[in-house]
């Protein structure tokens, strides 16, 4: 058992696809309060937008945060079409989508959209699971400024206001990761990362999605 207060932890969670729709959503949530042993989450997403569903589920997302269950109600994988369309219906907007977004896929026109809409972009597989660690720009950047490909990575999505969320089973590599806030990257260094472009996706492409 954590002896860390609840409230110095945020706890997101999502409800998968298989629970998805307006009853079984309601379940889903309670579920997982229950194997977490919590009375609130701090932010719950839908994690794939499932075609003929979201929007149930989403009216289920709004009762949940309604009901204090949720402290914010975002949504994950979602494009452009995808918000359109829930925005069009919904009544409260998405705090946030997760999506996968890094430099090698820089998805400019879905960042563009939801940072003009307040909808906070959070940035998944980030450090590309570390397939791109060699690449020769994030490699010389790192060299300039003393820090690993992952600094480079981390601090290249909070430089455009993303939320970076990498993942690591190792306490060494997570004490490395925090350890971006001592050092900026220039114009020059954002605009080489910015052109690295080459919607190099690890994960299904939602946009398959209809
Ligand atoms: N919404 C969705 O559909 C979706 C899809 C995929 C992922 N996600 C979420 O996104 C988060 C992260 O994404 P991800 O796991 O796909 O990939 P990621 O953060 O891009 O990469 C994680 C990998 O990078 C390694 N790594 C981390 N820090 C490192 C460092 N400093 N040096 C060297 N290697 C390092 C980790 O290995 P070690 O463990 O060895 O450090 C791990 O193999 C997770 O919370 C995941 O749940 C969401």
Redesign the pocket.
Known sequence: MSTIPREEIFITT?VWNSEQGYEKTLSAIKQSLNKLQTGYVDLY?I??PVSNLRNDTWKALEKIYKEGQARSIGV??FTIQHLKELLGTTEITPVLN???L?PFLYQKDLIDYCQNKSIVVEA???????RK?KNSVLQEIGEKHNK????I?IRWGLQHNFVQ??????K???A??IDVFNFTLDGADMKLLDNLNEDFR??DDPHKMK
């Open positions: 999502k997403l994690h794939w994950s994988n997760q999506f996968e890094s998944y597989s980030g450090l590309t699971k570390g660690f690993n490909p992952a600094h990575l969320i990498p993942k690591s089973g190792k060494k590599h997570l490395e990761n690890m994960i």
